[in-house]
């Protein structure tokens, strides 16, 4: 039994994905340079948000992934914001950049906000790494909390590009079906 209950915990953590398809809530940042940035002002822009830990091994992998996101898309419009949840992993900015090569931008926002941005309940664990998908019409597409859960013979930089592709299609265009599983 105690098995059985590892096994849900350790892949449970990664199965959380969804289509959303609503308006994403807004997001105040604040950036690693102490400004303030709302979500809502990059809309007309694709935006992915990672919500992330600078100690996480997960996440520390998945800055690069972040990165050739950002060198593939950004020059076609992409933005990327990635988040912690407490204010003293600000100071673990550069030492991340520097040990993981990440050159997005990183800041800051209210553990309560990362919990109504998600709409989960705040007695609950909330994941690192979680990514919201939004579209330039500011409709979070996708979101997946807690990682991402990789079908067989995928990776993570995969599933990654294939719901930035999404985001970035114009508007009226069909979107990609995300992979993942609900």
Do not use: W
């Not at 992993?89 to 990183?106: D, H, I, S, V, W």
């Not at 790494?129 to 807690?146: E, H, L």
């Amino acid at each position: 039994m105690i098995r059985f209950a590892t096994t849900l915990l350790a892949f449970g953590v990664f199965a959380f994905a969804e289509d959303v398809n609503l308006p994403a809530p807004e997001l105040e940042v604040k950036m690693e340079s102490g400004q303030i940035v709302k979500l809502s002002s990059l809309k007309g822009s694709p935006v992915l948000v990672e919500f992330f830990s600078t100690t996480c091994p997960h996440c520390q992998q998945s800055a690069a992934s972040i990165e050739k996101m950002l060198r593939n898309y950004g020059p076609k419009g992409l933005k990327i914001v990635a988040v912690v949840t407490e204010e003293v992993q600000r100071l673990g900015f550069p030492e991340f950049r520097q040990k993981y090569g990440a050159t997005y931008p990183m800041g800051v926002v209210k553990r309560d906000d990362s919990y109504r941005f998600f709409n989960l309940s705040v007695m609950k664990p909330f994941y690192v790494p979680s990514y919201a998908f939004i579209d330039k019409n500011g409709i979070m597409k996708t979101r997946f909390v807690g990682g991402i859960q990789l079908p067989p013979g995928s990776t993570e930089l995969i599933e990654l590009t294939k719901n930035v592709e999404a985001i970035m299609k114009p508007a009226g265009a069909p979107a990609a079906k995300a992979s993942a599983k609900k």
